[in-house]
């Protein structure tokens, strides 16, 4: 019997998370691409939170428990590569090609290809930290300075999209200083970087006004140090490499499906289009059903996809895909979520040090960061890279999710400001305007009676 535990959020379409449980359920694939077999049996996505077969997860950490560096490198570098092939294509697309129907499918093989490198990454990611763990108990370290060794090993050593735009945007306010030069290279910034903000279905990315206006606060180069201040050898360095090495992977994998999908999106709309439905009727489309449509003009009908636009859930069990929407999506997302109880306090785990008092801001997409103002406590799910703008005006960040080398613990490190991640239910307890002090030297967040 599965059991069932929410590990991630994800906003996508129903065509996105149908072709993501087809990558997932593809043994031969994941052999084939990733050089792993263990595909997924039992998965849930429920209005864009991912429920894990927990019991699968705990399955690949023992499977892998004993290999070693070479095995864990291998696994990204063949994850870069598909990466990259991946966004080479999407970006090299041409919406007015007459193969758009061609191109629509190689498509969905490029996006399968990356896909199955996400659920494997979690769980090779903490048998590399349990390594870490395992070396550091050796010794002698407490279980405190074993966590504060963790926090600091886990910042990445190369910069991942969103921490290269500060950087390559803060060089445009230094280097650049009349009205044309300036313009010439935001246009280059936009052309490299729009993608960054999409992170919903439809969502435009980044504009060259969006760019401008964060032009005139630009902040300082974002650097990343490391100094553990353990003496390690270089068989113990090795592992610490590769922890980085993951952290920084764990975001790419991410950051490269949503800049192809930014890309692929108006290919999309157009075959959409030509197969005789709304620009946006294709995204609401399973995978299986898209070929009744190519193959045999099989059309869903329109009542079923307004019905998947307000919400769905799909559900892989013991190998089975199905999908629910209306009362029985509702029904099935109270038996996951369960009752959430009111608490004056609430715990979770420090990703990064500090205290900070402030009124909560939850947002729970991208484009609701502009609740956010200086001074705020951020509350979120989790974060993705296009959250950036609103966790450089929040004090301190609060998420439902996460662990060590999340994107929220990461990104706290490098800006320095107090984090508590995995909250569980940080979302559901607290409101909009609730004080909050968040004590992230003991993991603590409590509600502020004024």
Same mark, same amino acid.
């Given at each position: 019997?599965?059991?069932?535990? @929410? &590990?991630?959020? =994800?906003?996508?379409?129903?065509?996105?998370?149908?072709?993501?449980?087809?990558?997932?359920?593809?043994?031969? =694939?994941?052999?084939?691409?990733?050089?792993?077999?263990?595909?997924?049996?039992? &998965?849930?996505?429920?209005? !864009?939170?991912?429920?894990?077969?927990?019991?699968?997860?705990?399955?690949?950490?023992?499977?892998?428990?004993?290999?070693?560096? #070479?095995?864990?490198?291998?696994?990204?570098?063949?994850?870069?590569?598909?990466?990259?092939? &991946?966004?080479?294509?999407?970006?090299?697309?041409?919406?007015?090609?007459?193969?758009?129907?061609?191109?629509?499918?190689?498509?969905?093989?490029?996006?399968?290809?990356?896909?199955?490198?996400?659920?494997?990454?979690?769980?090779?990611?903490? $048998?590399?930290? *349990? %390594?870490?763990?395992?070396? /550091?108990?050796?010794?002698?370290?407490?279980?405190?300075?074993?966590?504060?060794?963790?926090?600091?090993?886990?910042?990445?050593?190369?910069? *991942?999209?969103?921490?290269?735009?500060?950087?390559?945007?803060?060089?445009?306010?230094?280097?650049?200083?009349?009205?044309?030069?300036?313009?010439?290279?935001?246009?280059?910034?936009?052309?490299?970087?729009?993608?960054?903000?999409?992170?919903?279905?439809?969502? #435009?990315?980044?504009?060259?006004?969006?760019?401008?206006?964060?032009?005139?606060?630009?902040?300082?180069?974002?650097?990343?140090?490391?100094?553990?201040?353990?003496?390690?050898?270089?068989?113990?360095?090795?592992?610490?490499?590769?922890?980085?090495?993951?952290?920084?992977?764990?975001?790419? =994998?991410?950051? %490269?499906?949503?800049?192809?999908?930014?890309? &692929?999106?108006?290919?999309?709309?157009?075959?959409?289009?030509? /197969? !005789?439905?709304?620009?946006? !009727?294709?995204?609401?489309?399973?995978?299986?059903?898209?070929?009744?449509? /190519?193959?045999?003009?099989? @059309?869903?009908? +329109?009542?079923?996809?307004?019905? =998947?636009?307000?919400?769905?859930?799909?559900?892989?069990?013991?190998?089975? $895909?199905?999908?629910?929407?209306?009362? +029985?999506?509702?029904?099935?997302?109270?038996?996951?979520?369960?009752?959430?109880?009111?608490?004056?306090?609430?715990?979770?785990?420090?990703?990064?040090?500090?205290?900070?008092?402030? %009124?909560?801001?939850?947002?729970?997409?991208?484009?609701?960061?502009?609740?956010?103002?200086?001074?705020?406590?951020?509350?979120?799910?989790?974060?993705?890279?296009?959250?950036?703008?609103?966790?450089?005006?929040?004090?301190?960040?609060?998420?439902?999710?996460?662990?060590?080398?999340?994107?929220?613990?990461?990104?706290?490190?490098?800006? #320095?400001?107090?984090?508590? $991640?995995?909250?569980?239910?940080?979302?559901?307890?607290?409101?909009?305007?609730?004080?909050?002090?968040?004590?992230?030297?003991?993991?603590?967040?409590?509600?502020?009676?004024?």
């Amino acid at each position: 019997m599965p059991h069932f535990q @929410k &590990l991630l959020s =994800r906003k996508h379409t129903t065509l996105v998370d149908s072709i993501l449980l087809s990558a997932w359920h593809d043994k031969e =694939r994941f052999k084939n691409i990733a050089g792993l077999d263990d595909y997924l049996h039992n &998965l849930e996505i429920i209005e !864009g939170d991912f429920y894990f077969d927990t019991e699968w997860v705990d399955e690949v950490i023992k499977k892998y428990a004993d290999e070693d560096a #070479k095995f864990f490198t291998d696994f990204v570098e063949r994850g870069y590569e598909y990466g990259e092939k &991946l966004v080479t294509f999407a970006r090299g697309v041409s919406v007015s090609a007459e193969e758009t129907i061609s191109l629509f499918k190689q498509s969905i093989e490029h996006l399968k290809n990356l896909l199955v490198f996400l659920p494997e990454t979690h769980p090779l990611a903490k $048998i590399i930290e *349990n %390594k870490l763990v395992s070396i /550091l108990e050796n010794k002698g370290l407490s279980s405190e300075k074993i966590q504060d060794v963790l926090l600091e090993i886990s910042k990445p050593r190369k910069l *991942n999209g969103p921490a290269l735009e500060i950087k390559e945007l803060t060089e445009i306010h230094k280097n650049f200083h009349t009205a044309v030069e300036i313009q010439k290279a935001l246009d280059r910034h936009v052309e490299k970087f729009a993608y960054l903000g999409y992170r919903e279905p439809f969502s #435009k990315g980044y504009d060259l006004a969006f760019f401008k206006e964060r032009l005139k606060d630009s902040e300082e180069d974002i650097i990343i140090t490391f100094e553990p201040n353990v003496i390690l050898s270089q068989a113990e360095q090795n592992i610490v490499d590769l922890m980085q090495e993951y952290v920084y992977f764990r975001n790419y =994998r991410t950051e %490269k499906l949503y800049e192809a999908l930014y890309y &692929l999106e108006p290919l999309w709309q157009k075959v959409s289009e030509r /197969l !005789g439905l709304s620009s946006h !009727g294709l995204f609401y489309y399973l995978e299986d059903e898209i070929l009744q449509l /190519l193959n045999s003009d099989i @059309k869903v009908d +329109e009542a079923i996809i307004k019905e =998947r636009e307000n919400g769905y859930t799909l559900l892989l069990h013991d190998d089975l $895909i199905s999908i629910l929407v209306g009362s +029985e999506l509702a029904s099935h997302r109270k038996l996951r979520e369960g009752l959430v109880e009111q608490a004056e306090s609430i715990t979770g785990m420090v990703a990064c040090k500090g205290v900070a008092k402030g %009124k909560v801001k939850i947002v729970l997409k991208a484009s609701e960061q502009f609740k956010v103002e200086a001074g705020d406590i951020l509350v979120t799910s989790m974060t993705t890279p296009d959250f950036i703008p609103c966790m450089q005006k929040a004090v301190a960040f609060i998420t439902d999710e996460g662990g060590i080398t999340c994107h929220a613990a990461i990104v706290a490190r490098e800006m #320095k400001k107090p984090c508590i $991640i995995g909250t569980k239910n940080a979302t559901k307890i607290l409101h909009d305007g609730d004080v909050v002090k968040v004590d992230a030297e003991r993991g603590i967040i409590q509600v502020v009676k004024e």
